[in-house]
DNA sequence: AAAGAGGTCAACCGCTCTTAA
DNA sequence: GTTAAGAGCGGTTGACCTCTT
């Protein structure tokens, strides 16, 4: 019983660095049949390489849009905010980092960065962008806080369109739009400021790409719960079920991420929070937690559950919301 | 010029999680 | 609910390169 190995070692397979001709075959073969099933890919390709290779191959070198070169000190700033914020989560932090690998961005951290906190003297010519790097013997002041969020597909924005009314913030709230953006597709657009949601179509295709930048240091170093920041997010109903709402339903669940989804931290917003200035995320700048959760119907004991569960699910607590009020 | 040390990074490995039957 | 395949993740390895003596 049990699993079949990826690549069965009595194969007779190729292993180590790919030749020239091993990744056109790879980039022709993605081209015309796309990417997954990667045991496939090989076989059918006839590549003697086993599915995780083939994987790796183009995720890490033959996937358009990988930056090469070397890591700008921009990039090496935020490289080094995120691992104190996930730890050695190189996916999520890749994430943030158009263009980049995780294999890369790991590397990068274990032969530049990692050694320079080790050392606990950042590069001087570097200094500058490098505010508050950990010294080497001050771990414990370098609070790494461990999130779910280990496949962050999506982003949940809300569409605000229409005049706020002030004194009517709750019911803003309630008939507010969410927009998920696959955040795969998410690029860095420096006009990000200035996208305006009510141009586009929720039952069309035609989000825009971006990503919302901001002190992401700011957000998760200084209140919000940790308990919060454990919660998973994909046990809400209403993103297990959002294939039957109706809002959303084309624009959200028209892929095969349909499930699990996750909210971005983009959505975890402290009053302390600046966005970069837009009136297009005003609803999102002053919502915190607590008011975050009202829209979402959950109490915040809720959240917190209960003290009494003993397992390991309990740390993350279960959430319901009524399935007519889900999006 | 040669040899050894150290650094870099692509690739591998083993594990967990997700998904579909 | 169970099982197995697919996918993804982080840690580790080792070949190759560069630097130092």
């Known amino acids: 019983m049990g699993r079949s190995p990826c690549c069965p070692k009595d194969q007779s397979l190729n292993r180590g660095t790919w030749t020239a001709i091993e990744d056109k075959i790879l980039e022709a073969y993605i081209k015309i049949h796309g990417e997954g099933k990667w045991r496939n890919v090989a076989k059918r390709a006839g590549l003697k390489r086993c599915g995780k290779s083939c994987r790796l191959r183009w995720l890490n070198y033959l996937r ?26 190189w996916s999520l932090i890749a994430g943030r980092l158009p263009g980049r690998t995780d294999n890369e961005i790991k590397n990068y951290w274990n032969t530049n960065i990692g050694k320079k906190i080790l050392l606990g003297r950042p590069n001087p010519t570097k200094a500058s962008a490098i505010v508050e790097l950990p010294k080497a013997n001050a771990s414990a002041s370098c609070t790494v806080i461990r999130t779910r969020a280990t496949r962050c597909r999506k982003v949940v924005l809300m569409n605000t369109s229409g005049p706020q009314e002030p004194h009517d913030h709750h019911q803003q709230q309630l008939d507010a739009k969410p927009v998920v953006v696959e955040s795969s597709s998410l690029v860095h657009d420096e006009n990000h400021g200035t996208v305006d949601f009510s141009k586009y ?14 002190e992401i240091d700011k ?40 499930s699990p989804a996750f909210i971005d931290h983009a959505l975890l917003v402290s009053k302390e929070t600046e966005l970069h200035g837009s009136e297009d995320f005003q609803l999102m700048a002053p919502l915190t ?9 959950v109490s915040e004991d809720t959240l917190h559950g209960s003290e009494e569960n003993s397992d390991d699910q309990s740390k993350y607590p279960t959430l319901s919301a009524p399935k007519d009020r889900c999006f």
């Open 289 to 297: 937690v607590s008011e975050y959760f009202d829209w979402l119907f």
């Open 201 to 214: 179509n929720l039952e069309e295709n035609n989000l825009p790409n971006f990503t919302i930048d901001f």
């Open 219 to 258: 957000i998760f170093l200084s209140e919000i719960d940790f308990d919060l920041m454990n919660a998973d997010f994909s046990k809400l109903p209403c993103f297990e079920n959002n294939n039957n709402n109706e809002v959303g339903s084309s624009t959200t669940c028209d892929t095969d991420h349909s």
């Open 64 to 89: 358009p849009g990988i930056k090469r070169g070397n890591i700008t000190n921009d990039e090496e700033e935020l490289i080094i905010r995120l691992h104190k914020l996930l730890g050695n989560r």
